[in-house]
């Protein structure tokens, strides 16, 4: 199976740019929830989980799951 997206640029440069660079924003957003992760598991930092729920929830109004993709 192949999927295709199609532009037409310079009109669609801003879509463009998003989908080009989706991974490196999902990296990011990845190695935040992982960072915060880490301070609520290993130095016992509890006021971070809170940053982590609101950092899912968010993600989640937008139509994406942190886990979703692997």
Known sequence: MKAT?????PEERDEHTLAVKAP?????L???DQWLRAKIKYEDRV???E??????EILWENGFQI????
């Not at 490196?24 to 990011?28: S, T």
């Not at 886990?67 to 692997?70: I, K, Q």
């Open 5 to 9: 997206l199609e532009f037409n640029l």
């Open 24 to 28: 490196n924003m999902y990296g990011a």
């Open 30 to 32: 990845w190695d935040i």
């Open 47 to 49: 006021e971070f989980q």
């Open 51 to 56: 940053v982590r729920e609101q950092l899912h």
């Open 67 to 70: 886990d979703e993709v692997r």
